[in-house]
């Protein structure tokens, strides 16, 4: 299961996945882990689309879920989801897809 230390990243991560439409993430997040290498790479790809998402909010003023310090959320949140998929096994999909070509 997806721990996280702060409940402030789940409802952070169902804000964006709602907000881009992501319903694979919406399920992922609500079951509270991936099933599979697919499901860790679609929860990978997200992240780093969220995070670019979240700069723009942030630059234009405009909260997600009520809260606005979305950096450092953000940090939180790359923390659980690596520390998640690398204890699931699944430390390829998150190393590949590391956001830096972005």
Known sequence: MIAYKYPEEKEILMHYA??????????????????????????????????????????QGVDAAGHRDLQAYDEYIMNTLRSYLVNAGYEKEWSDDDGSAQ
């Open 18 to 59: 709602r907000k881009l439409q992501a319903n694979g993430i919406i399920e992922i997040i609500d079951k509270g882990y991936v099933k599979n290498a697919n499901e860790a790479k679609l929860l990978t790809a997200f992240f780093w689309q969220m995070v670019d998402e979240s700069v723009q909010d942030a630059e």
